[in-house]
């Protein structure tokens, strides 16, 4: 018997306990939507996280979650796909949580290439602890435990994850429901590790800091949506676009239609290429526009299945205890 | 060349405690290993302690590069490695330098004059040759001077091995020679060299070469009284099928034999390296036919969290480590307590704090174990006392983690997880199962629906239609295992958290008397590996009339439910420890007992005459 099952079937019936107005909402309304449009089943699917306000996440799910300590939720969730392998297992973090505290175990995740759906909600700020900078916080963020401003440099989710060895590195943003759900719908049908980095606005201690490129008046400036084998073109008229600087392994943004530029010299996106992932992730405002969408997929060997194949490798499964404890040299004692 | 001579007459001996000793490149290991296994063969009980430096490969020649194994065996029950040495290899000066002083007055020295060379002596901080000098420090010891490494290069010499190649196979001059000094059989270890080299063939052939050349020169070599071969009779030992065993093999044997009785289908292993806990992930690696997943993870906490996940998803989750691991592995430990999931964690203990000292071995890890984590955080402790004692504890470990869906520490040591003893080997089959029952039924169905009787709460694994739910590590409402931050709520969750772990008492033996009176002057209690010495100390002082009795402990937390009752029957309580002063201290506080410890934290076990002397002390003799 099989029943569809509405976005709504995967929420659990606990009290959401987020601020009103926090990104995390939204992120929440598309995992529905999206697993529901996966037609996956619920007690297949398992929700694990570590510690912040994105981490909450698992309770507010109808499937099994697990809600873990600060950082670890990568290292748990490898386990329960150690255990079982069958199971669909979503990782929810943030930036603190995924970077900073458990930066660790992000990195060994995506490297060993573990097949997870990592959500990386960044706020770039601590919102459970009330307000810190956060590693991916912008230099002279101004917070209780910065009073002056930060002075140190934030990390590129997606260019750490690409760094790590990431197959699948992608970006969207809380607010962008449809897009967002796309997104993890490709995350979800990817063999391996994905990296999804969410740019979610905390409306309590961050509010606005990605108005930048997701507010009305700056988004079709400021964004730059990727679909692989398209041109990487942007702007309200969508005769923007990005080309490599002659001579340099740089992108500039140039227009289509002035200086000579065609649409041929603007640059096809490519999924598959990871230095070209890394070019992308790294754009940032004024000067260029965010990259959204896929950055990088290319499938590779998935540490969970390669290691069970190992296991099913090494021959069938015995259970003649006593025969194993005998191995090697023994000796009998007659009375 | 030596002449053939007509085998001269054996003297016996019922125990001998032979040391090798030698550069950590020398091979020393292998060797007593080989010759534990052939005096195993023998019919000799035995108890093994390799001792080796934390380096790899420190200085060849120096005194902090010395590897030595020793090896207790005799026509009798052998409880420890032996207090002093009766027979010293020293394959170099540094190693005689070292170990010179743990051979008992008119012991043996076995030296290789060959490698006593001038840098060599200098090296090991001589300014004379010690085997040459008149009247020094060895006039108490018998010296045996063999140029083994000139005997070697001659046995090697057909199979046209580069010097350094050549002069590897000393140590099995030596065995050889061991070997034929006491009476042994050299096949098993013909075996091993076979096996080990059968890629090379010409290092096979040397090795065995020289093996037999060791032997021969025993046989056939006219020493007159410098040389006696001597036979040790077979030790009176209940009969069966027997193997050696070492702490870590036990360990393993038991986990695996654990998931079976509980009739798990997998068992996730997971450790991050650390001396000296690693050779039990490796040997779980070797294991995958039994249903074993192995995880070397990122570090010691995902270990312990990937171990975690792997029990949430219906796994038994295992973890490994050694003390400064365990640290790390500390919050998870609250996780796992918190979510109320199986976990077991093997601690292979040794000398601390911090780095402290890798390869050396200490039980300094019991408050760790039992009081080292953050808020009320209670779980199972129990502690292996012998290698084969270690399979036993590690089936009840994963039984005690199964039952009552908690975290289980199994406390080990650098020595247990290394020392080999024989083992008298069980039928698995005859063990008792403890199958375990996931939940399946949703009527009714909360994640924290207890059992009445033990507490435990069911097992629900992903995977499972109806049972969905979330768990984890936020204080949960004792029925529905919804998040609660009710206060009399988290009184109550507290409160039956430490009521799950001490109900155990009821579910485990009482404790028993392992020598002696029930009650009676003095009680010498116990935990861990200093089971051999304590044990040989009570027997030794039993013989001398004292009214002294061995109780050993494997339960830690909780304690057997009798335990203070027995205590309070002795006048006077003396607890040994490998630390200063643990145990002593929980069983001053939870019985209020006037227990007195005996510390010792060099790094190195208690000898039986140091226990002895404790006891003789406090009963005023």
Redesign the interface.
């Known amino acids: 018997m099989t029943t569809v099952l509405q976005p709504k079937d995967f929420a659990s019936d606990q009290e959401v306990r987020w601020c009103p107005g926090c990104g995390d909402y939204a992120i929440l309304k598309a995992v529905h939507k999206t697993l529901a449009e996966l037609g996956v089943s619920r007690e297949k699917t398992v929700f694990v996280s570590g510690i912040g306000c994105s981490s909450r996440f698992p309770y507010y799910m109808s499937t099994y979650g697990f809600h873990t300590i600060h950082g670890r939720a990568p290292a748990v969730a490898t386990g329960v796909k150690l255990a079982n392998p069958e199971l669909d297992v979503w990782v929810i973090t943030g930036d603190g949580d995924g970077l900073s505290i458990g930066g660790n175990h992000t990195l060994h995740a995506l490297r060993r290439n573990v097949d997870l759906n990592i959500v990386l909600f960044n706020n770039e700020i601590y919102g459970l602890t009330k307000g810190q900078y956060s590693p991916t916080s912008r230099r002279g963020t101004k917070s209780p435990s910065t009073p002056q401003g930060s002075v140190d440099n934030p990390v590129n989710a997606c260019q750490f994850a690409l760094g790590a060895g990431a197959r699948f590195v992608a970006r969207s943003i809380d607010t962008m429901q449809p897009h967002l759900v796309q997104v993890l719908k490709r995350a979800h049908g990817h063999r391996g590790a994905s990296f999804v980095e969410v740019f979610q606005n905390c409306v309590v201690f961050n509010d606005g800091v990605f108005d930048n490129f997701t507010a009305k008046e700056t988004a079709a400036e400021a964004q730059l949506h990727l679909e692989h084998g398209l041109p990487l073109l942007f702007g309200r008229d969508r005769n923007r676009g990005l080309r490599l600087k002659p001579g340099r392994m740089e992108l500039e943004v140039v227009t289509v239609g002035e200086n000579g530029v065609g649409l041929d010299d603007i640059l096809v996106h490519d999924e598959k290429n990871k230095a070209l992932a890394m070019l992308l992730a790294g754009l940032e405002p004024p000067v260029y526009p965010v990259a959204i969408g896929v950055l990088y997929a290319d499938s590779g060997p998935c540490y969970d299945r390669d290691l069970h194949a190992q296991i099913a490798a090494a021959g069938p499964q015995k259970d003649d205890l006593n025969a194993l404890i005998r191995q090697g040299r023994t000796w009998n004692v007659s009375d | 060349m030596a002449t053939p001579t007509v085998s001269r007459p054996r003297e016996v001996r019922d125990t001998v405690v032979i040391r090798f000793a030698g550069d950590s490149g020398d091979g020393m290991q292998v060797t007593g290993a080989q010759f534990t296994?052939e005096t195993?063969?023998a019919?000799n009980d035995l108890t093994t302690f390799p001792d080796f430096p934390a380096e790899i490969r420190a200085p060849a020649g120096t005194t902090f590069g010395v590897s030595a194994f020793q090896i207790h065996f005799g026509s009798q029950e052998i409880l420890t490695p032996g207090d002093e040495v009766d027979v010293l290899v020293a394959m170099n000066p540094a190693a005689l330098k070292v170990n010179i002083k743990d051979l008992k007055a008119g012991g043996l020295v076995v030296a290789d004059t060959g490698a006593f060379t001038e840098r060599n002596l200098q090296k090991a901080g001589y300014e004379s040759n010690p085997l040459e000098s008149e009247g020094d420090s060895l006039a108490r010891f018998q010296i045996l001077k063999l140029d083994i490494t000139k005997q070697t290069l001659e046995a090697v010499k057909p199979f046209g091995l580069g010097q350094k190649d050549a002069l590897r196979c000393r140590n099995m001059w030596a065995l050889g020679l061991l070997l034929w000094m006491y009476g042994r059989e050299r096949q098993?270890t013909l075996d091993v060299i076979a096996r080990k080299f059968a890629k090379r063939t010409e290092i096979a052939q040397a090795n065995a070469a020289c093996l037999n050349a060791g032997h021969a020169f025993g046989e056939t070599a006219e020493l007159g009284a410098d040389l006696t071969g001597y036979v040790v009779p077979r030790a009176p030992?209940?009969?069966?099928?027997?193997?050696?065993v070492n702490g870590t093999e036990a360990i393993a044997?038991g986990l695996?034999?654990g998931a079976?009785k509980a009739a798990l289908g997998?068992l996730?292993f997971?450790g991050y390296p650390i001396t000296p806990a690693s050779a039990l992930l490796h040997t779980m690696a070797n294991?995958?036919?039994?249903?074993v997943?192995t995880?070397q993870?990122?570090?010691e906490?995902?270990?312990i969290?990937?171990?975690?996940?792997?029990?949430?998803?219906?796994?038994l989750?295992v973890t490994s480590s050694s003390g400064p691991g365990v640290a790390l592995k500390t919050?998870?430990l609250?996780?796992a307590i918190a979510?109320e999931l199986p976990l077991v964690l093997v601690n292979s203990q040794r000398a601390g704090p911090s780095t402290g000292l890798p390869t050396k071995t200490e039980q300094s890890d019991l408050f760790q174990a039992v009081y080292g984590r953050n808020a009320d955080a209670p779980l199972a402790v129990l502690a292996a006392a012998t290698p084969a004692d270690a399979f036993e504890c590690a089936v009840e470990a994963v039984r005690l983690a199964v039952k009552y869906m908690t975290p289980v520490i199994l406390l080990s040591d650098g020595f247990l997880a290394n020392a080999a003893e024989p083992w008298l080997?069980?039928?698995?089959?005859a063990i008792p199962g403890f199958p375990v029952s996931f939940r399946t039924d949703p009527t009714g169905f909360y994640p924290y629906l207890r059992d009445p009787k033990t507490l435990a709460r069911v097992w629900a694994v992903?995977?499972?239609?109806?049972?969905?739910?979330?768990?984890?590590?936020?204080e949960r409402s004792y029925d529905t295992g919804?998040?609660s931050y009710e206060p009399e709520n988290h009184q109550r969750m507290t409160e039956t958290r430490a009521a799950k772990i001490a109900g155990i008492a009821a579910d485990i033996p009482l404790q028993q008397v392992a020598l002696g009176p029930t009650r009676g002057s003095l009680a010498v209690v116990g935990w861990g590996s200093t089971f051999g010495p304590i044990q040989q100390a009570v027997k030794l002082a039993r013989a001398e009339g004292l009214d002294v009795a061995h109780i050993h402990l494997r339960y830690l937390n909780p304690f057997p439910r009798n335990l203070g009752e027995l205590l309070r029957g002795y006048q006077q309580i003396l607890v040994p420890e490998m630390n200063t002063g643990q145990l002593v201290t929980m069983l001053r506080s939870s019985f209020l007992v006037p227990a007195i410890g005996l510390s010792k934290v060099t790094g190195r076990p208690f000898k039986s005459a140091e226990v002895l002397a404790a006891i003789r002390s406090r009963l005023e003799v």
């Open positions: 296994i195993a063969l019919g098993a030992v209940r009969p069966g099928t027997y193997r050696t044997f695996v034999t079976k997998r996730v997971t294991l995958k036919q039994y249903g997943v995880f993870a990122e570090d906490i995902a270990a969290c990937a171990a975690i996940g792997a029990s949430f998803a219906g796994a989750g919050e998870a609250g996780l979510a080997l069980p039928d698995v089959d992903p995977g499972t239609p109806g049972l969905e739910h979330r768990i984890g590590g936020i919804h998040i």
